[in-house]
């Protein structure tokens, strides 16, 4: 058996640049891997099975964990099955990456316990072909992403930071976000470049572009960060396409049983092992 931790992921600042003929949109964003995450027992076995800890989710063919077993085997030709048990600790519909992090994460372990047939690389360019975000994963946990996501430019860990995940009752989907983009509406001229290293040299300028049509889809959203705000946090921003939103600086969340809040931290990882929990 082999246990994993998979992370979460948030968007440090997330530019729309255009929509694309085939529906996606191409973007320019930071992400980094926090502390806060799920853990997946595995198994060889002769066919697959996916049990979670959270009756809620979907356990079939929809869940991403086996899409990833699926495409494992059609790039690989093995024909083994996997066993998966996933203890859910993400929220979901949070843009926290929580199930693009369990198919990363399956592929790694699936590889791992069939003897490493493929390399890290060609895990993460096949894992673009069943979601944008999930190639990501495969970086060192910091990493600046394009095209659709699924161009991943690895990047040094930046100094660790803790900051407080707060996650409203109420989720987001993700491809209604997206339709409710406007571009008029996106930040103001970007120079994608220069933009990632002022960012690097520590000038951190932290913005969402799906902030507004997400506020749009769900006001109370917006309350709510300005709710934060006034507990005392420097910055308060959405992930991806929300609805949890990452907290900077001194504030303390407010105790609200609508809420749930963690305190995390920044996590990465060596090129040789997956993430650990620290
Ligand atoms: O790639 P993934 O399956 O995670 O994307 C889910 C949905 O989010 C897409 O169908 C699309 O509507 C939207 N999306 C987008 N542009 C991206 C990523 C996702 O429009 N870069």
Redesign the pocket.
Known sequence: MLQVFSPAKINLFLKIIRKRPD?????ASLFQTINLGDTLDFHLASHDELTCSDPSLPTDENNLVLKATHLYRKKTGIKAGLKVHLNKYIPSQAGLGGG?GNAATTLWAFNELVGKIATDSELQSWAGEI???IPFFFSSGTAYCTG??EQVCSLDPLQTQSCWIVKPRIGLS??EV??RVRMTQTSIPFDDLSTLNSFLRGERSYFNDLEQPAFEAKPELQDLKARLLKCGFETVLMTG?GSAFFCLGRGRPPSDPNLSSYVVQFLNRTPTNWYKKN
Do not use: I, V
């Open positions: 529906g996606y949109h191409e973007l693009s979601g944008s975000d659709r996501g993700t491809p997206y339709r396409s």
